[in-house]
């Protein structure tokens, strides 16, 4: 026998409000235990919104006469998150990325880019950090990890044994790939994330992101290779790295070189030509698909469980604003006794800790909405807009989680190459973690002094 809604209200809070409470930490300890996969979380989360919470729900859940029920959702508001905006910005930089691997784009580009750094170790190792920063930045972290870890290869191949550069060398390439990420709003799925509740006024356009966000890389970028040749000095031995192959010149693969400037070329101009960078995404994907560049045996290889997983967060954060939730929470804390920056900076901290033992994406789910709704309420953070400081802090934050092999793949692909151990991953971890949010408070605070925010 099912029990009435009204027979077990929490004071202060409607019906609705304790369901989303519910499902909020049902997914949030499957998503930090995973007793099931964690995109089939965002699916069950997506599920119990229907049946409990939305205006098509089950009957007797969400047919109540109570005073205090709440408001329920719209279904095809949570419906719609399978095809929300964000989601087809990802699948835009999916096809993207699977039509560079599958025409040897980003090995092409690999090789050239590495010219330039010469054959000194510590010079080498910074050109392989820049070079998979910019592939993180377009294509999946793990992906370009487990690419650039192939060409890394032939390098490790020259240390002796005992060389501390074989360590240097193989955490470079999940750290650049972890923070490369940060670098465009497709580069990982905490930034389209936050994309979701950067809108109206405080809406950042594809350009404007990268353009705080590419500094902010590079200089943590530099930040993460003095730190390994000061803790892992590889030894005073010049070698050449050699990447064998060409670019081709089929007309497929001069369509996928064309339409990868072009996209990324609207993406960066996108105050000029009007089209946002959802509008643009499209265009790989109709172009790729048309010219059968992109088949149907290769839709098969797309993630879609990043997609789903999401979707997932997107309806959690859906739930906690339309109930009313995120605001009852804020409101409740007495935020006002605290300085804004140091609510900035906290709420920066819990997100490292969280990221490094659970999924980013999992981590931004549960965190963005509710840091959405605490930007709305802050005050007294003169010329400041607090909601992008806050979601761009907690954002750049997910993204810095990687001391331990569990923290990221690209992390857990450099330690099953056996030539790095959990300590050494944790000591640069730690140090490039606490160093980035420093960082990235500092240039998000300047930036808002000068209004570029």
Known sequence: MLIPPEAYPITGMTVVETRVIAIFMLAALFWVLEPIPIYATSLLVILLELITLSDKGFKPLVKSSADNFGTLVSHKAIMATFASPIIILFLGGFFLAMAATKYRLDQNLARVMLKPFGSNPKFVMLGLMLITAVFSMFMSNTATTAMM??????????????????????????????????????????????????????AISFGAWMAFA?????????????????????????????????????????????????????????????????????????????????????????????????????????????????????????????????????????????????????????????????????????????????????????????????????????????????????RMGVSIGIIGILMSFLMIYLLNMINFL
């Open 214 to 426: 590419v500094p902010y890389v590079i200089i943590m970028l530099l930040i993460a290779w003095l730190l390994l040749v000061i803790f892992y000095p590889p030894a005073p031995r010049a070698f050449k790295l050699t990447i064998k192959g060409k670019f081709l010149k089929t007309p497929q693969a001069l369509i996928v070189y064309i339409t990868f400037a072009v996209t990324i070329l609207l993406w960066l101009t996108d105050f000029l030509h009007g089209m946002n960078s959802y509008v643009v995404a499209m265009i790989p994907v109709a172009v790729f698909s048309v010219t059968s560049i992109i088949t149907k045996e290769d839709l098969k290889r797309i993630s879609w469980d990043v997609l789903w997983l999401v979707s997932g967060g997107i309806a959690l954060g859906l739930a906690l604003e339309q109930s009313g939730l995120a605001q009852h929470v804020v409101h409740s804390i007495p935020f006002e006794r605290f300085s804004p920056l140091i609510i900035v900076f906290m709420v920066s901290v819990v997100a490292l800790l969280m990221a490094n033992f659970m999924s980013h994406t999992a981590t931004a789910n549960l965190l963005l909405p509710l840091v959405a709704a605490l930007g709305t309420s802050l005050a007294g953070l003169e010329n400041f807009d607090s909601i992008k400081t806050l979601l761009l802090s907690v954002t750049f934050a997910c993204s810095l989680g990687m001391s331990l092999p569990i923290s990221t793949p690209p992390n857990a692909l450099a330690f099953a190459t056996g030539n790095c151990e959990t300590r050494d991953m944790a």
């Open 149 to 202: 870890l192939s060409i890394l290869v032939p390098v490790l191949a020259v240390f002796e044994i005992n060389d501390r550069g074989r360590i240097a060398f193989s955490l470079a390439i999940p750290f650049a790939a972890n923070v490369g990420g940060i670098g465009t709003p497709i580069g990982t799925p905490p930034n389209a994330i936050a994309l979701k509740y950067l809108t109206g006024e405080h």
